[in-house]
């Protein structure tokens, strides 16, 4: 398969680097060296994918030229756009063209979240009472000095898109109303510490992200029925270790299992692999993860302002 590489800042780079020999070439209006300047000037022969890493302002238009063209699409999350009608008109454009359009979560094929997923859908865990979810990192400074990052609801659709698609990777779709709990801005325009949470459609879930976490860190803890299930770290930033606690009845000690890997990040390739094969098999696009994902956001984002504007 032959792609393209649209965007060559930080995600364009490593996709260009992970596409290895399948890419023919990079378009962006700023980098010296692109091949193009503008995704138009590409021929339709040319290429038969395009790996989209833009900002959130220009990825309609490219994406509907591509999907027009019949090009299949893997496009950096999250799929924001001026308002649901346009993720509609991509799903529909994706189908009458047979193009396979893919919204990138590469969490998705971290090894820890796979095995969360598998342990919650095993039933072992018996009822899940409560999910709670930190990712942090250390970009506050970087984003403050990008004019596009800093801006509307600041680190909430960056990292929070990500908690909520692993709600739905782990959990599956259920109607549930998320609220901000807390929106600060310690040294950002935007907020740079949100909190938010659920209380309703399944387990309590409480998901806190920030930009001011200078050693970057994920945990993750699961309360259940029969036990617990926690992650903390990720590969990229590892060791990244796995426990699952058995409860003890009526009291006591549990026993545990707990999996600690050292290793590369995987899920860059993995989740390139994902794409050509779903490409391949001819997948059917279904965007319905990134209408919920946009509504869901759209919302929280119009909160988190709020919140800042009486701060």
Known sequence: MRVIVIGYGVQ??????????????????FYDKADWRDVLAVPLDAYDAALVCTPDGPKFEILRHLLESGKHVLVEKPLFVANDEQILELERLARSTNAYCYTAYNHRFEPHYVQMRDLIRSGVLGRIYSC??????????????????????????????????????????SERNFTVSAANCFENRAPDHVVIASESGGPRIEL????????????CDILAENGTAHISSLCKWGPTTFTHRQRILPSGRPPE?????????????????????????GVVTDLSSDLWLHQVLSGLGKQAIAIRSRA
């Open 12 to 29: 364009g780079k490593k996709r260009l680097h992970f596409a290895g020999t399948d890419a023919v070439g990079v378009v962006d209006p």
């Open 257 to 281: 299992k707990s999996v600690t890997l050292v290793q590369d990040d995987p899920t860059w390739a993995l989740e390139y692999v994902a794409f050509k094969e779903a490409c391949k098999a």
């Open 208 to 219: 806190e992200m920030t930009l001011l976490m200078w050693r970057n860190h994920f945990t």
């Open 132 to 173: 709670r979810m930190f990712y942090g990192n250390g970009t506050a400074r970087l984003v403050r000095e990008s004019a596009w990052r800093d801006q509307e609801a600041g680190v909430l659709p960056d990292l929070g898109s990500h908690l909520l698609d692993t709600c739905r990777f782990w959990f599956g779709h």
